[in-house]
């Protein structure tokens, strides 16, 4: 198995030198979400921060990407798709809410550049499960010198509030 990718990756690099315009996987930046800010608790205004306050909660639970790359200008040309799935109490009633994401360009524990959005999403009535997908606008990545493109990572998460990071540390959401 080790034999056949080493096999592949040589190939698909000879293919990129001779100027093969074909998309491949190893050219493009690595898509990832960030463990720690994968899952957010909305509370009830006023309620208490326990199980019994929580009006919802949303889980980023995966990045894909595709690019190209240019390599006269030494850039990729990024596109990303998240996928996101939210649980709520059981309710009659339709909902409709926003959370906040980011997308962080990263090379290494550097952030080289930190997008915000938001995203809408709804219930519907009756439903206590929303399962949705965006894609933020593209991210162009210019290649610092030497730099490959596999040397950066396109890392996105839900955008915590400081409660909200608090609260995910007290019901053990964070890596230790």
């Known amino acids: 198995m080790t034999f056949r990718f080493s096999r592949f990756a040589v190939l698909a690099g000879a293919a990129t030198l001779f100027g093969c315009a074909a998309p491949n996987p190893f050219l493009c930046p690595p898509a990832a979400v960030l463990a720690d800010a994968s899952y957010m608790v909305v509370m009830r ?8 306050g929580e009006a919802y909660s949303v889980q980023m639970t995966e990045a894909a990407t595709e690019c190209s790359l240019d390599r006269k200008r030494g850039e990729t040309d990024s596109s990303l798709s998240l996928s996101f799935r939210a649980v709520r ?11 906040p994401y980011f997308v962080a360009v990263t090379m290494a524990d550097r952030v080289v550049h930190k997008s915000l959005y938001t995203v809408r999403f ?14 933020p606008d593209n991210k162009k990545i210019k290649l610092g010198n030497g730099r490959l493109p ?20 007290k019901l053990g959401r964070y890596a230790q």
């Open 150 to 169: 596999w040397n950066y990572q396109l890392t996105a998460g839900l955008q915590l509030t400081e409660a909200q990071m608090a609260y995910a540390k």
């Open 45 to 52: 205004p006023g309620a208490p921060e326990d199980l019994s």
């Open 122 to 135: 709804s219930f519907a009535p009756g439903a206590s499960t929303a399962v949705f997908n965006v894609s």
């Open 89 to 99: 109490a059981p309710s009659a009633d339709g909902a409709t809410y926003s959370v």
